[in-house]
């Protein structure tokens, strides 16, 4: 009797502690999984960029709006770009750079505003880092030779890849296929 008596009262105290040491270890687990990158690209943290200029040079070189998109991680407004609704058939560069970033193989209409990819031409040619600025948690897309800020790339995207880089016209400059 006494002893089912102690075995109940080490439950009842052993019970909340049990309690803890599962929930925490599950918000462990869901840390290290967060935020969920299902790119293949290479992260661009802590990285030296092959193509290191001075701001100084870059504005000599980009107009106010590509300097402050690209070198300043800034997005240009919604469907005032001058690609999102383009439909030519080429390769978008790099407009810091002129690193072939995308081509039209892969452009499709999201609905966003911005010009939408579902792949880029190479995933060497792309480096992602994790942005948490804004208040949300968002993978980051940078030109892998220059580290110009492109835009994001979201997992809502068409397949056969389900991902959508969603870039900002500032931050490209397309190059036409010349017609043989
Ligand atoms: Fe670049």
Redesign the pocket.
Known sequence: MKFGIILLLILFIASPLLFFSVSGEEKAASCDAFPHDKTSNKKGEGMSFQ?QKSDKDWKGQLTPEQFRITREKGTERAFTGKYYAFKGDGVYK?V????ELFSSDTKYESGSGWPSYWAPIDEDKIVTETDTTLGMTRTEIM?A????HLGHVFEDGPKPTGLRYCVNSASLDFEGEEEE
């Open positions: 193509i790099c810091c750079c002129g690193n030109c030779k220059c580290g110009a």
